[in-house]
Every structure is written in C-alpha cells, then in structure tokens.
C-alpha cells in the first residue's frame, strides 16, 4: 500500500504561481508513474499532467507552457509547478501514482484556488 500525502495548494490571484509536492511512502516509487489529476465542482476528474519512470513527461492542453511536471526519486516527491494561474485552474488537486500490477492509489487531495 502506497500512501500519497499533497501540499502546497492555497488560494491565489490570476497570474501567480504555485507550487504542489506529493510524497510518496514506498521505496519504489522510481517504478511508479506518477500524475496530478484536477477536479472541478460539477465536474468529473481529468489528468492535468503524468511523469513516467524514465522521466518523460506530458501535460494537457490547457496548461501546456504553465504547467510542469517533475519528480525527485531521491525524495519521493513530485511536482507540479503552476505558473500564470486562471481562475478557471481552481479545483481539487489530486496525486496520482500507477503501475500496471498494482493499479492506482491517490492523495487525499489538496484545494487549490485562484481569485482575485
């Protein structure tokens, strides 16, 4: 069982930055693809962006050239770092780690808000 703890979310103005880390307590997470996913009010849960084992990362559409993924092997940790935020970024943001033997496991989630 892996646990995923967030943080770095908060509330924020149109066009400022953000920082989110998620740790991951297993001594495998090089094996993991790890992601970030977002929730909406009303809306269902969709990929933001994903990092795989190699270090290959995607991010979606809407957030290309603000968003990006990173992960610290050495740590535990991924990160996305959200530059240029819009309010319609706001959401619950959620850690997401994968393998195909072991499926998914998820964060317990983390606000994020941006409003002037």
């Known amino acids: 069982q892996v646990q995923l703890v967030e943080s770095g979310g908060g509330l924020v103005q149109p066009g400022e930055s953000l920082r989110l880390s998620c740790v991951a307590s297993?001594?495998?997470?090089?094996?993991?693809?790890m992601a970030w996913y977002r929730q909406a009010p009303g809306k269902q849960r969709t990929t933001v962006a994903r990092i795989d084992t190699g270090g290959k990362s995607e991010v979606r559409d809407d957030v290309e050239g603000r968003f990006t993924i990173s992960r610290d092997n050495t740590k535990n940790t991924v990160h996305l770092q959200m530059n240029s935020l819009k309010p319609e970024d706001t959401a619950v943001y959620y850690c997401n780690a994968f393998t195909l033997s072991e499926g998914n496991y998820w964060g317990q989630g983390i606000q994020v808000t941006v409003s002037s």
């Open positions: 297993t001594n495998r997470f090089s094996t993991y693809v």
